[in-house]
T-cell receptor
């Protein structure tokens, strides 16, 4: 059973461009979480999604950031008009249904660098 | 709100030394508590967990006991190895309905031969 997959692993964008980060959860997992890790800091929750639904986006900036988890395909975290402060590692985690988020399995992360 | 306070690092130990990384939390009720480990360039891996008071989580020689009276979940290992060098994160999942994890700032451990 493959683990959580994220791509790309590294992404470089110029200020003002768009960044699209993808996350494929583990097989059988229908819940996805996105976290952001700034340099030398812990992970901060951004958004929690189930298939076709955003359940909790309380940690996501109101501007420029959006997330989706379509019925088919990976979850996408989209950052429009990136700024230098968006440079961070973005981690996706997934959990199976009925686990209540107790078991979250993390992907390797996407390291975004904004130049 | 829910939060985790973790001992700041970095921590440098010699091989076979005893390790303690302190973690305390603030939460209502009985949250679930976790330790995650992050090796260089990789994502987080669940190291151990405890879901109720007095539970002891253990894995790969690491242990942590859920202490409700002191709101703590300190990580310990009796004899560290060079391969334990990594960043360790304490985390909690609250009971208020949100499923997300709250993380501490991480403690970088370096074990020297």
């Amino acid at each position: 059973n493959a683990g959580v997959m994220q791509n790309p692993r590294h992404l470089v964008r110029r200020r003002g461009q768009e960044a699209r980060l993808r996350c494929s959860p583990m097989k059988g997992h229908s819940h996805v979480y996105w976290y952001r890790q700034l340099p030398e800091e812990g992970l901060k929750f951004m958004v929690y999604l189930q298939k076709e639904n955003i359940i909790d986006e309380s940690g996501m900036p109101k501007e420029r950031f959006s997330a989706e988890f379509p019925k088919e395909g990976p979850s996408i975290l989209r950052i429009q008009q990136v700024v230098r402060g968006d440079s961070a590692a973005y981690f996706c985690a997934s959990s199976p249904p009925l686990a209540g988020g107790i078991e979250q399995y993390f992907g390797p992360g996407t390291r975004l660098t904004v130049t | 709100g829910d939060s985790v306070t973790q001992m700041e690092g970095p921590v440098t130990l010699s091989e076979e030394a005893f390790l303690t990384i302190n973690c305390t939390y603030t939460a209502t009720g009985y949250p679930s508590l976790f330790w995650y480990v992050q090796y260089p360039g990789e994502g987080l891996q669940l190291l151990l967990k405890a879901t109720k008071a007095d539970d002891k989580g253990s894995n790969k020689g690491f242990e942590a006991t859920y202490r409700k009276e002191t709101t703590s979940f300190h990580l310990e290992k009796g004899s560290v190895q060079v391969s334990d060098s990594a960043v360790y994160f304490c985390a909690l999942r609250g009971v208020t309905g949100a499923n997300n994890l709250f993380f501490g700032t991480g403690t970088r451990l370096t074990v020297i031969p």
